[in-house]
T-cell receptor, first 112, second 113 residues
């Protein structure tokens, strides 16, 4: 079982819709959770971080964390074509030092 | 530009040759990470440094790979006797001490023929 799993997609949504991206993780020692966005041919950039159960909102983005279910999600409201990218879920595990473990990424396509 | 800098951007080599990549982190960042990414996959952890100390190396990393950060500033990643399976994007990232936001460089795309 992979430590961090995501549906690879592609996920296609119409412009203006809500895009929902999901991620599960296997290690209950996971303590910090991140969503990175990666445009084609570019490097990943951090868009959200979440550390405690519940929701965290930043503009059109909402991260949701449920540690009991070992599940983290990212919602993108009012999706725009410029949101089309691969979204990477990353987890920092308490007893594994400072590194982040990444999922395989979900490709999102927002159609005008 | 004060971001993470990686050189070269692209490297084409023949199987069996050695290659070396360089990463210059953001100046005040004492943590430096190397990741490898292939098409359709997320970044795979290779190794990381805190200052000049290499704190962890992935157990999946063969002995052909070695990384250094001699003065706690820039880092080099060397791959000896390259194989076609080494073809990938090699990403460097840096962060503040105990910082959790990683800043990535543009990567070095390696193609082994």
């Amino acid at each position: 079982q992979k430590e961090v799993e995501q549906n690879s997609g592609p996920l296609s949504v119409p412009e203006g819709a809500i895009a929902s991206l999901n991620c599960t993780y296997s290690d209950r020692g996971s303590q910090s959770f991140f969503w990175y966005r990666q445009y084609s041919g570019k490097s990943p950039e951090l868009i959200m971080s979440i550390y405690s159960n519940g929701d965290k909102e930043d503009g059109r983005f909402t991260a949701q964390l449920n540690k009991a279910s070992q599940y983290v999600s990212l919602l993108i409201r009012d999706s725009q074509p410029s949101d089309s990218a691969t979204y990477l879920c990353a987890v920092k595990i308490y007893n594994q030092g400072g590194k982040l473990i990444f999922g395989q990424g979900t490709e999102l396509s927002v159609k005008p | 530009d004060t971001g993470v800098s990686q050189n070269p951007r692209h490297k084409i080599t023949k199987r069996g040759q050695n290659v070396t990549f360089r990463c210059d982190p953001i100046s005040e960042h004492n943590r430096l990470y190397w990741y490898r990414q292939t098409l359709g996959q997320g970044p795979e952890f290779l190794t990381y440094f805190q200052n000049e100390a290499q704190l962890e190396k992935s157990r999946l990393l063969s002995d052909r790979f070695s990384a250094e950060r001699p003065k706690g500033s820039f880092s080099t990643l060397e791959i000896q006797r390259t194989e076609q399976g080494d073809s990938a994007m090699y990403l460097c990232a840096s962060s503040l001490p105990a910082g959790e936001k990683l800043f990535f460089g543009s990567g070095t795309q390696l193609s082994v023929l």
